[in-house]
């Protein structure tokens, strides 16, 4: 005797389809720009750390 296969209710969710273009432009945007911040921000410490008569 076979039984039918199981058969999902949940559809799937919003986090399991593919981002768009745009999506995926607007994060790869979001990365670069907290990337030169963290750079300009860094640069900044070490010269205040190395320049303290300045600050």
């Known amino acids: 005797m076979s039984f039918p296969s199981p058969v ?29 911040l963290a750079v300009l921000l860094g640069a900044y410490l070490i010269y205040a750390l190395l320049r303290p008569e300045r600050f």
């Open 8 to 36: 999902s209710s949940r559809s799937p969710g919003p986090t399991s389809t593919a981002a768009s273009a745009c999506e995926a432009l607007t994060m790869t945007f979001e990365y670069a720009a907290g990337a030169v």
